[in-house]
């Protein structure tokens, strides 16, 4: 049975790259009964998100008609 | 005809150098987190400022302005880190020593220790609108030793994949990904501690 220290190594991982068959699976199973490292799951998708907070400002939202 | 439309391109310079001073703290705080280092850090947005400046012609888009000075400083940054690396300024990684940082927020069983149990941070959006949320992150970030802050920020602010840091860094892959396991996780410790804590006080 996986413990939460190995499921943070997984959810740090899937940012990173694709998760094999095998550890999607046990991330999902232990996710499923441990709220804590649900929560975590979720600060790190938060950590995930910083960067596009840091180069986008608050008044200047890319448009649709931005040079691409 | 002609005269008209240079008033209009003078005016929109003047507004781009107006919004280049606006958020020259956001550049070099973001600099800063990457370069660790004050000096080089203003000198990579300085250089940054004047390459915007000097392709202002070339840039079409009204918006997006920012993000696209952001995309050059993003360069300078690179430049600026590989130089660090040349010069020796790197320390040496200890890839396999044990993080007393993240051993301290489980138990020996691998569960966590009641104390370091996640909580909710709430809903993204309000964080990210939070002044107090970014401060604790900067702060958060400066805390972190350089090795994981360098390998952090070239993947979750700079979006690079890990197979591209690893060429920057010179690290092997699976190092990449303990580094960023070990980076996210006193992240997090760090953040919840000096925000949360705060925020209910």
């Known amino acids: 049975m996986m413990m939460c220290k190995e499921a943070t190594r997984l959810m740090s991982l899937k940012r990173d790259r694709r998760l094999t068959f095998q550890e999607r699976l046990s991330l999902r199973l232990h996710l499923a009964m441990c709220g804590a490292c649900r929560q975590c799951d979720r600060q790190f998708a938060l950590l995930h998100r910083v960067g596009e907070h840091y180069a986008i400002g608050e008044d200047d939202a890319p448009d649709d008609d931005r040079e691409r | ?201």
């Open chain 2, 1 to 201: 005809m002609g005269g008209h439309v240079t008033e209009i391109d003078d005016r929109s310079q003047d507004e781009r150098r107006r919004r280049l001073e606006a958020i020259r703290p956001r550049l070099v705080s973001f600099a800063l987190l990457h370069l660790r280092d004050r000096a080089q850090a203003e000198d990579a947005v300085q250089e940054a400022l004047v390459s915007a400046i000097e392709k202002d012609a070339s840039f079409a888009g009204r918006s997006g302005y920012e993000t696209w000075v952001f995309g050059i400083l993003k360069y300078k940054i690179l430049d600026a880190m590989r130089a660090q690396r040349r010069q020796g300024k790197w320390e040496p990684l200890d890839e396999d020593v044990d993080d007393d940082a993240i051993d301290r927020q489980f138990q020996q069983s691998g569960r966590w220790q009641p104390s370091a149990r996640p909580t909710s941070w709430g809903e993204p959006e309000a964080a990210f609108e939070n002044e107090h949320f970014w401060q604790v992150f900067d702060a958060c970030m400066i805390g972190l030793p350089d090795n994981l802050a360098r390998v952090f920020s070239l993947r979750e602010l700079m979006g690079l994949s890990t197979g591209d840091i690893c060429q920057e860094v010179g690290i092997k892959e699976n190092n990449c990904w303990v580094m960023l396991h070990r980076a996210r996780l006193r992240l997090r410790a760090c953040i919840e501690r000096g925000w949360l804590k705060e925020e209910s006080a």
